[in-house]
């Protein structure tokens, strides 16, 4: 409520200078249509006349009584500001916009909503599908990282040609002489993994 | 509350005044206003309620109501907009060697 106060309070001191300007305006125009109709006769309303009478001008020229117009406005702050309600602001969620206030006791269990949602993210779960392969690592990472990811696109195997696991060896024994694989040399395993097969 | 009046005065007799201004027809579509209307009651009776749109400064649509209206003397009104009510009392006075400044 204070805040919409002190909204109602400056836009009636931001619309006070246009609505004097306004009105100033208004008797500006009414000033010079009472001259114009004093001086062709007593006024008539127009939706009375045809548009050749309301055209019409003469000089006759009436008996001039003047008259003291006076008008006082005043401005009050009565009602909410369009500006600051709901419908004011056209990207409200319906949730957001049919918020209301609860009163006496039930005010107390209006935070138990927000208790429920808390206890829902603590339990949240990290399964593999939210493992991201760019994370928020210093710049002077990224062209690894990057060269990672790419390691696991299927369509640079090529770049590998031949190679394969040693774990497949090993474990599918494509080799009968699995126990000599254990014993062979340090340079046939290394070309076994390059993918040179000697 | 902020208020504020003006004081006019004219050469022409008070009817003609008084007529003119009530004269909403007058008003329609000149330099100020554009659709000016009676949404309830009958014009210038207590209650009734008028709708004119405004053009200069902002474009808006001011609500009126009635509050009273003593031919050749008085008009008063509510006007409501952009959730503020100003209340307008128009007074048409008499010249004479009395009042006169």
Known sequence: MKLVGKVTRSLVFALEPIIFKATE?????????CEVSARSGPAEPLANKTNAQKNQSTSRLTLMDPVNLRCHDEIAESQAVDLVRPKGNLRLTPSKENVRMV??????RSDAI?????????????????VVFLG??????????????????????ALARNAFLVGKILCHKLFPYELEVAEMPGKFAASIVAGKQD | ????????????????????????????????FGEIRWAKGNPWEEGSRQ?????????????????????????????????????????FVPITEQNSV
């Not at chain 1, 429920?116 to 990290?126: K, M």
């Not at chain 2, 509350?1 to 050469?11: D, E, G, I, K, R």
């Open chain 1, 25 to 33: 305006e208004f008797f500006e125009e009414f000033r010079k249509d």
């Open chain 1, 103 to 108: 009163s006496l006791l039930l005010r107390n």
């Open chain 2, 51 to 91: 709708r004119i749109e405004t053009t200069v400064p902002l474009r808006k649509t001011v609500d009126q109501v009635v509050q009273g209206v003593v031919p050749n003397e008085k008009v008063t009104y509510l006007s409501h907009v952009h959730g503020l009510t100003c209340e307008t009392r128009i007074t």
């Open chain 1, 136 to 157: 928020d690592s210093p710049f002077g990472n990224e062209p690894a990282e990057f060269g990672q990811f790419l390691a696991l696109k299927r369509w640079n195997a």
């Open chain 2, 1 to 32: 509350m902020q208020s504020f009046a003006f004081q006019v005065v004219l050469n022409c007799p008070i009817e003609t005044v008084f007529a003119i201004y009530t004269d909403s027809e007058r008003w329609r579509y000149r330099n100020l």
């Open chain 1, 114 to 130: 927000h208790e429920i949602q808390r206890l829902f993210e603590v339990w949240e779960a990290v399964l593999a599908v939210d």
